[in-house]
């Protein structure tokens, strides 16, 4: 099995100006690297691969099968929105497509199932790796479907490394004592893990 991105986000859960208001950042000097922030937190949490397990903003995957399932197709990201084809390689090796009438996709539950419907079956296909690849399209929504939980920690996140760049090293000078040297801690870690907790695959929300 594998999954591959076909067509990414077409913009970010939390815009630039948000996080700005956030870390009361004034003027457009910082707006480049925030914005790679935010498209950097996002990344950590987004995607196969990211901390939740599933997509957020409307995006396009493919999943690859060396071969057709008995009954039930799982597909592993989510949440899926629909399913735009399922192609396959015959088995003189001449890709073709399944007809939609015989199959349908059920969301209902997390991760989501592409099944037959009554009296269908899937096609025989090459013996070879990837043979079956499925694209669906996947996500909340737009940026304003996002739960609240997963922006806010997109939030927190950039303004950590956008304010601990550089040095984690602090040092300040306390009068009677010296210099003092300290480590900077992101900022709102246990926060974050707490926003997102319930929205990895398997912590409570589907």
């Not at 790679?36 to 987004?46: I, M, P």
């Not at 397990?53 to 396009?60: E, F, I, K, P, S």
């Not at 209902?108 to 013996?127: H, I």
């Not at 790796?129 to 996947?138: G, K, P, S, T």
Request: glycine content about 10%; overall charge negative.
């Amino acid at each position: 099995m594998g999954l591959r991105l076909i067509s990414p986000p077409a913009e970010e859960p939390v815009t630039v100006d948000e996080a700005k208001a956030f870390l009361s950042e004034v003027g457009g000097a910082t707006d480049p690297l925030i914005s790679a922030l935010l498209k950097a937190s996002r990344q950590t949490l987004d995607g196969w691969g990211g901390k939740l397990g599933r997509a957020l903003v409307t995006q396009t995957w493919e999943l690859s099968l060396d071969e057709f399932p008995l009954y039930e197709v799982r597909i592993p990201l989510g949440p899926v929105q629909s399913i735009l084809s399922i192609k396959y390689d015959d088995e003189d090796g001449i890709e073709n497509t399944v007809d939609p009438g015989d199959y349908y996709l059920d969301n209902t539950s997390y991760p989501a199932w592409v099944a037959l419907n009554e009296d269908a079956s899937w096609p025989s296909t090459l013996g070879a790796f990837n043979a079956v690849r499925i694209q669906f399209v996947c996500g909340y929504g737009g940026a304003a479907d996002v739960p609240e939980p997963i922006r806010q920690a997109i939030i927190l996140q950039t303004a950590s490394h956008f304010r601990f760049r550089g040095d984690a090293v602090r040092r300040e000078d306390v009068p009677g004592v010296g210099s003092v040297e300290y480590l900077m801690s992101a900022v709102g870690q246990d926060t974050i893990e707490t926003l997102i907790g319930p929205y990895r695959v398997g912590g409570g929300f589907s």
